[in-house]
Each structure stands twice: as C-alpha cells, then as structure tokens.
C-alpha cells in the first residue's frame, strides 16, 4: 500500500510539473482576420496553413502559439501597438514599420473574379476602370490599386471598400446581388471562401495581377522580443521544408510550396 501510495504521489507531482512548466512557457500570440486556407477558425481542426506552421516552428522551441480572429485593420493596430506578438498573413507594405522575418510563408499574386455572366476580365490595370471593385479595408493590393482605391474612394461606381468582420464572404454575396462587378483577393482564398458559402459556379476568374506579393507573420515593432522570434521562426521553416513536414502541413489545405 505504502508503494502504491508513493507511486500515485509521484504521478500526481509530474503531472502537476509538467502542467506548471506549460503554464510557464513562453506564449506567441498571433492575430489576423479570417483568410483561409493560410490562417481559418481559431481553435479548429483547420486553423490554416500559417497557424500550423508557426505551431510546429514555436512549440518545437518549447514556446505556445494563441491565435485570435479579429478585423484586419484592428489586428494590424493591435500588433503594432504590442497588444499581440504577430500579424498573420502581413505584406511588407501592410505594416512597413512591423519586424519581419526573413523567410516568408506564401507568395500572393492578386486575383479578380466575377459574375459567371459577365464578360469583364483583367488583362492591364486600365481594364479596372471599367467595373466597380469590392475591396476590403486595409488590404495590400499592390501600390497601383492601392492608388486607385485611394483617389476613388468617394465614388462607389468604381471602388466599394468594405470592414469588419468576415469581409470577403459580403464582397462575394454583394457580387452575387450585383452590387460590384468584380472582386480581389488571394485565388486560394477566393475559392476557398465560395466553396464553404456553395458559390463556385456563380463566380469565374476574370484574370491575375502580375505583380507577387510575399506573405509573412510580421512581428510587433513595440515588443522586445520580436527580432529573436523572426529568427526562430525563419530558421524553423527552412527546417520543416528540409524535413518534409512543410509539404505535409500545405497538402493538408490543398497548397503547394511557393520556392
């Protein structure tokens, strides 16, 4: 009995240990708005392609990964301000100030889609002249578009720009009524979103920007720390594309590797 009593106590101090050392442990925490396949739901089975990738580099280093879904444009404050750690999906023109790593996590090419009826497709950047564009606030499309929308802005004939939250599943719906011509964004994203909403085949690819955008977590300007976790977190990916196990996280949501 006395044994049994030993052992029992022993269990219970490991265990109390062990949940001590992960209550301890270095915490990242990672915001953004929903932009599935690279960051989904919070606390689900498909939290995004991003969110798995920093789980596996940062928990690998003994830290936690928390992540919240909020508007972008109140993520990209919060971080800036060092109320969270990193921006998840941020482009350097997103937060030019923000402390980024050197190894990016996706390369963006902007898409349009459209209306299967309609006829309107992109083909050079006078082309968007002719629709009227759902965007969504604070989003990088690239410095020509970003003008664009800039001195457009007032003139909804030619630029709506949507906040909030969920601002692409409202584009798509205010493109299904006929409220906008068209839509930009990520491909991926775009067909990701109208698949979960059943649109597919009410929507069509109108054609590409030509110009990449790379995608990262961008780390707080305001916060310590910031530097040490772009370095953990590049050294990390390289890593887990030498492994495979970066190929096993982007087959999951359906990616390939960008290099």
């Given amino acids: ?131 009227s564009v759902g965007v969504i606030a604070g989003y990088d499309y690239r410095r020509w578009l970003l003008d664009y929308i800039q001195i457009n802005q007032d003139n909804l004939d030619k630029v709506q720009i949507i906040t909030g939250q969920n601002p692409l599943q409202r584009n798509l719906m205010k493109l299904i009524d006929g409220r906008i011509d068209a839509i930009v964004d990520n491909e991926a994203v775009i067909i990701n979103i109208a698949r979960k909403m059943g649109l597919t085949n009410q929507i069509t690819l109108a054609g590409y920007g030509t110009e990449p955008s790379s995608i990262y977590i961008a780390f707080s300007p305001k916060l310590k720390r910031s530097k040490d976790y772009t370095e953990i977190l590049s050294q990390g990916i390289m890593k887990l594309r030498a492994s495979g196990e970066l190929k096993r996280i982007l087959i999951k949501y359906g990616l390939n590797d960008w290099k």
């Fill in 1 to 131: 009995m006395y044994k049994l009593i030993r052992k029992i106590s022993f269990i219970v101090f490991l265990t109390m240990t062990v949940l001590s050392t992960i209550s301890k442990a270095e915490t990242i925490s990672l915001v953004a708005d929903e932009w599935p396949p690279f960051n989904g739901v919070s606390n689900s089975e498909n939290e995004g392609f991003i969110v798995d990738v920093a789980r596996a580099v940062f928990e690998k280093n003994g830290m936690r990964v928390t992540y919240e879904t909020i508007s972008w444009k109140r993520a990209v404050e919060m971080v800036r301000e060092g109320h969270y750690n990193g921006l998840i999906g941020a482009s350097r023109t997103d937060a030019p100030d923000f402390v980024f790593p050197s190894e990016e996590l996706s390369r963006n090419y902007i898409a349009f889609y459209v209306r299967t009826d309609s006829q309107w497709r992109y083909r050079d950047q006078s082309d968007i002249e002719a629709v």
